[in-house]
């Protein structure tokens, strides 16, 4: 992992003004993704994770969005970039593909219209050529007699087939980066699993950084190799996925897995984390989790807690971890 | 263009429309050959004659002669060029000008979308008839004239249309794939959002063509249409009010042939509408 990470994002801080203030629906955000890495990105609804991958494709409206930070595609800066430099990288370097693909392809086009147009928009190549590419890749993503599929409308397709068409899509030009913002929450899970085993299998041949978006963890675990969990527009912990379930840092994260249901489990009640996501026009004036955390101190509700760089490379934001901590340690309400 | 004929003959209504069609476009093409007469011949001595198969009726003018002695069925015929022009050019250009604005509004939003939808409010505050007679007098009456005032007043209908569907098309999921995907915008709103509204945008303007036939009319009635001297339907109608009690054929002969070609025009945009819709293919 020496060399220079594809995908670079600083301190990627987004807000949102609306007409009850403005809202930082992400703030602070850093991470880095090597060439063929799997990062996956975690956390409950409203915790920043589709404005984190849609503001790398800048793909916000801007206003009421206002984007700071960096992010770097191989060195280069994308928040800089002009609207027509970004067209040329979307779809081309980095893609994305949608959660729900039951309306994420036109329902007026062919799919052999709609997946040549991509290859056309990026690539010069007559429409033949075109055509022989979009075969090449609807088989190579398990999409059976593909040359019939072109010809077909989106509503000919069951789910699994649309998102299959939708990946297909996405790697036509065999992008750096593909940003899959929970692809499979809308399949059932037979198709999910299907859907989860193509990805790694094209991360694997194809060698592309794959950021999986998701609130299953579930999915998380058999799929990446680093998660990153998010909380009220923050990264509070990340770490390689093994780390993550067996030893976790974050009170949150330890939240969560206490929640997961487990096969065989019948006795006592579900855990649950106490309180609810505070709204994120007013957010706690020290640590976002503080007002749910069973382990806050006085600190934690005074002063932000700094991202702290373990040894071992992870990456927890908690004043747990701090030397602070043990200073004032007695300060546990 | 074998699937088109295919569906076409499915629809007997679309058969229908595109028959009347036909024989309105065959009239207006070849109206000078199919002519008995010099539609602008007056003959006193022979005004207001019934049509031919009527007990007053004479074999020399199959449709009659008008207040003037001119023969109806030449007219009429003659008529259909103007009238045909006037209907297409006009649902053109209120068409295009109201969807290219329309697209910019919806798509946009922002101050675009507010400054395009105060000047559509403007409009519709003027009645329809002020609007046209203001812009006819102030350009005076020609058959461009009447094309451009046929657009001018018909093309707030689209754009209003038009935006709105754009502004619930423009979030949807299929087009934030194309964007991700690196569409432009123009890309995203000339190929991917506009055939979606077109069907809608050809039901406006089968309606509005018809609309454009009577307010062509409405100017000749007036005095601010097209020359005088160039036979429209419009005119005959509104030449005939005058002897509506005494000889109904005169206004029921050019009312019939505008009501036929705007039914035609419906029905063949109705099947269209159907045609161009994969959504309905099922």
Not at chain 2, 165 to 186: F, M, N, P, Q, T
Not at chain 2, 244 to 249: E, G
Request: charged residues 20%; glycine residues 8%.
């Amino acid at each position: 992992m020496s060399e220079r990470p594809v995908l670079e994002v600083n301190d990627l801080t987004v807000t949102f003004k609306t007409k009850y203030g403005s809202a930082a629906a992400v703030s602070g955000v850093s991470f880095a993704l090597a060439k063929g890495e799997k990062l996956g990105l975690v956390g409950e609804s409203g915790s920043g994770k589709s404005v984190t991958s849609k503001s790398i494709l800048r793909l916000l409206p801007s206003p009421p969005a206002q984007i700071r930070g960096s992010i770097k595609l191989d060195g280069e800066e994308l928040l800089t970039k002009s609207e027509q430099e970004m067209c040329h990288c979307r779809g081309n370097r980095i893609s994305m593909i949608f959660q729900e693909p039951m309306v994420s392809l036109n329902p007026l086009y062919t799919i052999g219209n709609q997946l040549g147009e991509v290859v056309r928009l990026h690539k010069k190549v007559s429409r033949a050529e075109a055509d022989k590419q979009v075969i090449e890749m609807l088989r190579t993503v398990g999409i059976p007699s593909p040359e019939t599929r072109l010809k077909q409308y989106p509503f000919e397709l069951s789910g699994g087939m649309r998102q299959r068409a939708m990946i297909a899509m996405a790697l036509l030009c065999d992008p750096e980066v593909l940003i899959a913002d929970e692809p499979t929450t809308a399949l059932d899970v037979t198709i999910q699993a299907q859907i989860l085993d193509l990805l790694k299998e094209l991360n694997r041949k194809m060698g592309t950084s794959i950021i999986l978006i998701t609130h299953d963890l579930g999915v998380i675990a058999s799929m990446v190799d680093t998660v990153a969990v998010m909380y009220c527009g923050h990264i509070v912990e990340k770490a390689p996925v093994r780390q993550l379930f067996h030893d976790p840092l974050h009170p949150y994260t330890k939240g969560l897995l206490n929640s997961i249901p487990k096969v065989g489990r019948t006795e006592g009640d579900l855990q649950t984390i106490e309180g609810a996501v505070p709204s994120i026009y007013n957010l706690p004036a020290g640590c976002a989790f503080s007002n749910r955390c069973g382990e806050c101190g006085r600190i934690c509700k005074e002063k932000e807690p700094p991202t702290l760089q373990l040894e071992d490379g992870r990456v927890v934001k908690c004043w747990k971890y701090t030397p602070q901590w043990g200073e004032e340690g007695a300060n546990h309400e | 263009m074998k699937a088109l004929w295919r569906s076409l003959k499915q629809s007997k209504t679309g058969m229908i429309g595109l028959a009347i069609v036909l024989v309105v476009v065959v009239c207006a093409i070849f109206a000078y050959q199919l002519a008995p007469c010099d539609p602008l011949q007056q003959d006193l001595m022979n005004k207001l004659h019934d049509p031919a198969w009527t007990a007053t009726g004479t074999q020399e003018h199959l449709l009659g002669t008008d207040q003037l002695g001119r023969d109806v069925l030449s007219r009429l015929l003659v008529g259909a060029r103007i009238t045909l022009l006037v209907a297409l050019a006009g649902t053109v250009v209120g068409g295009v000008v109201g969807v290219v604005l329309g697209c910019l509004a919806g798509y946009y939003g922002g101050w675009v979308d507010a400054v395009l939808m105060r000047l559509v409010d403007i409009q519709l505050c003027f009645p329809f008839t002020l609007l046209a007679l203001f812009i006819a007098a102030v350009l005076g009456g020609s058959l461009g004239n009447v094309i451009l005032i046929a657009g001018i007043t018909s093309w707030v209908r689209y754009a209003r249309l038009v935006r709105g569907e754009i502004l619930s098309i423009k979030e949807s999921e299929y087009i934030e794939a194309i964007r991700a995907e690196g569409g432009s915008d123009a890309r995203i709103i000339f190929r991917h959002i506009l055939p979606n509204v077109i069907s809608s945008v050809i039901v406006i303007a089968t309606l509005e063509m018809a609309k454009i036939v009577l307010m062509e009319a409405s100017l000749s009635f007036l005095g601010y249409g097209v020359p005088v001297t160039i036979p429209t339907w419009g005119r005959m109608l509104s030449e005939a009010r005058a002897n509506m009690v005494s000889n109904p054929w005169q206004c029921i002969l050019p009312g019939l042939c505008i009501t036929l070609t705007v039914l035609g025009v419906n029905l063949l945009g109705d099947w269209l509408r159907d045609y161009l819709d994969p959504k309905l293919d099922v």
